[in-house]
């Protein structure tokens, strides 16, 4: 377990306790709080996670949209958390489907070497016309990758934009 790693809860928290994640509901708070104390959390860096929940404060998200978009680059999280999530959060359960779906969808438009697919652009569609909050998530997330690429080499900034 790398250093990065056994800092998790504590950066979790300050995540959590920061203003943009005010909305997030205490029962919520206290459950991904709970869930994060595990060893393996997530392996997101979580520079992108702020950065995705600073740009969701800015749009004024609610609570279960800042806790959706954490509990989708946290899997550990999320995976300690899924008999809850259908249960006391369905808005939460919801949004991480749409994102998942999202992912699979982008998944394999990065496989095709063709650009642009009406099929890929179909399922997009169908995952998040569920929840359309999942859009400000996609955006939000992208734009954090975004802004943390400037220290990548060329040829995967061009590929994390082109997603």
Do not use: K
Not at 110 to 136: K, N
């Amino acid at each position: 377990m790398s250093p990065s790693e056994r800092e998790l809860p504590e950066s979790l928290a300050a995540l959590l306790a920061a203003p943009a994640c005010a909305t997030i509901a205490s029962p919520l708070r206290t459950a991904l709080l709970d869930a994060g104390r595990a060893e393996d959390a997530t392996r997101d860096p979580s520079a992108v996670i702020a950065d995705t929940l600073s740009a969701l404060a800015q749009l004024e998200a609610d609570g279960d949209v800042l806790a959706a978009a954490v509990l989708h680059v946290v899997p550990a999280l999320r995976e300690r958390l899924q008999d809850r999530l259908a249960r006391e959060f369905p808005a939460v359960a919801t949004m991480l489907e749409g994102q998942r779906a999202a992912a699979q969808v982008w998944a394999l438009h990065a496989e095709r070497a063709t650009a642009g697919s009406s099929e890929g652009l179909r399922r997009l569609l169908l995952a998040i016309v569920r929840d359309l909050r999942v859009v400000p998530i996609l955006l939000a997330r992208q734009l954090a990758r975004l802004r943390a690429s400037s220290q990548l080499p060329p040829e995967q900034r061009r590929a994390l934009a082109q997603l």
